[in-house]
């Protein structure tokens, strides 16, 4: 299996230090409210709660261990190349995966870029911006305008994301006309989940679902955090 090595700083690199308890970021913990974020394994609370300033990023690497689609779910993703391939095109098992997550000061979110292996040829690379915003508080911006509204859960030993209406914004994010996609296009259910494994990793999970086409999508990657977690990318 494709495994990615940890890369650990050099002695002399200055990296900066973590962020203070009393400067956590705690928008994650807004939405959820008091009850649900303690509700939390405190490992995913750490994680949601880091403080990135400019030119921070948190670097997680791990490798796919679940990937399956039904024929409705390949034909969406080839799609959803249209609008910048936010979903697997691939089923590879074993391969190497990196998230990168850094903040979008201008729209006051979070990027998140998706790095995802393949047995063969290029690794296919996913963008999406979340931001704090629209009716559930949370949106995600997939590209050309097309977002999903998100809804937040936790339990004992995860963070849930669940989308809540599919839409598509039209000129400026906002000042500009917003559409909701009607049930019948969207293409159903999706929850996305960060499930803490107890042992400092953590399990993505994407699970699509359709009333009447079933599991599109599901996919599965195990991640640990790297180990100098707050990376500078502009020196």
Same mark, same amino acid.
């Given at each position: $299996?494709?495994?990615? +090595?940890? *890369?650990?700083?050099?002695?002399?690199?200055?990296?900066?230090?973590?962020?203070?308890?009393?400067?956590?970021? #705690?928008?994650?913990?807004?939405?959820?409210?008091?009850?649900?974020?303690?509700?939390?394994?405190?490992?995913?609370?750490?994680?949601?709660?880091?403080?990135?300033?400019?030119?921070? @990023?948190? =670097?997680?690497?791990?490798?796919?261990?679940?990937?399956?689609?039904?024929?409705?779910?390949? /034909?969406?993703?080839?799609?959803?190349?249209?609008?910048?391939?936010?979903?697997?095109?691939?089923?590879?098992?074993?391969?190497?995966?990196?998230?990168?997550? =850094?903040?979008?000061?201008?729209?006051?979110?979070?990027?998140?870029?998706?790095?995802?292996?393949? *047995?063969?040829?290029?690794?296919?690379?996913?963008?999406?911006?979340?931001?704090?915003?629209?009716?559930?508080?949370?949106?995600?911006?997939?590209?050309?305008?097309?977002?999903? @509204?998100?809804? /937040?859960?936790?339990?004992? =030993? *995860?963070?849930?994301?669940?989308?809540?209406?599919?839409?598509? +914004?039209?000129?400026?994010?906002?000042?500009?006309?917003?559409?909701? #996609?009607?049930?019948?296009? +969207?293409?159903?259910?999706?929850?996305?989940?960060?499930?803490?494994?107890?042992?400092?990793?953590? @399990?993505?999970?994407?699970?699509?679902?359709?009333?009447?086409?079933?599991?599109?999508?599901?996919?599965?990657? $195990?991640?640990?955090?790297?180990?100098?977690? #707050?990376?500078? =990318?502009?020196?």
């Amino acid at each position: $299996m494709n495994r990615i +090595a940890e *890369a650990r700083p050099a002695p002399d690199q200055d990296l900066p230090p973590p962020a203070p308890a009393d400067l956590r970021d #705690l928008r994650f913990r807004a939405l959820l409210g008091e009850a649900g974020w303690n509700r939390l394994p405190q490992a995913v609370r750490d994680r949601f709660s880091k403080r990135l300033g400019p030119g921070m @990023a948190v =670097t997680y690497v791990g490798e796919i261990t679940e990937s399956r689609r039904n024929g409705a779910g390949r /034909v969406l993703a080839q799609l959803c190349r249209l609008i910048g391939a936010p979903l697997p095109l691939h089923d590879d098992l074993g391969v190497a995966a990196v998230v990168t997550v =850094t903040e979008d000061g201008p729209a006051g979110g979070q990027f998140w870029t998706r790095m995802y292996n393949r *047995a063969h040829g290029f690794p296919q690379v996913i963008h999406s911006s979340k931001r704090f915003a629209g009716p559930t508080g949370l949106e995600e911006y997939l590209g050309w305008g097309f977002g999903i @509204a998100l809804a /937040v859960s936790a339990d004992e =030993t *995860a963070l849930h994301f669940h989308s809540h209406g599919y839409f598509l +914004a039209l000129g400026p994010a906002r000042l500009g006309l917003r559409l909701r #996609l009607p049930a019948w296009l +969207a293409p159903g259910a999706l929850t996305i989940s960060h499930v803490d494994q107890g042992d400092g990793g953590f @399990a993505f999970v994407l699970d699509l679902r359709h009333p009447l086409l079933g599991q599109m999508l599901r996919q599965v990657g $195990m991640f640990r955090e790297r180990p100098a977690y #707050l990376q500078e =990318t502009r020196r």
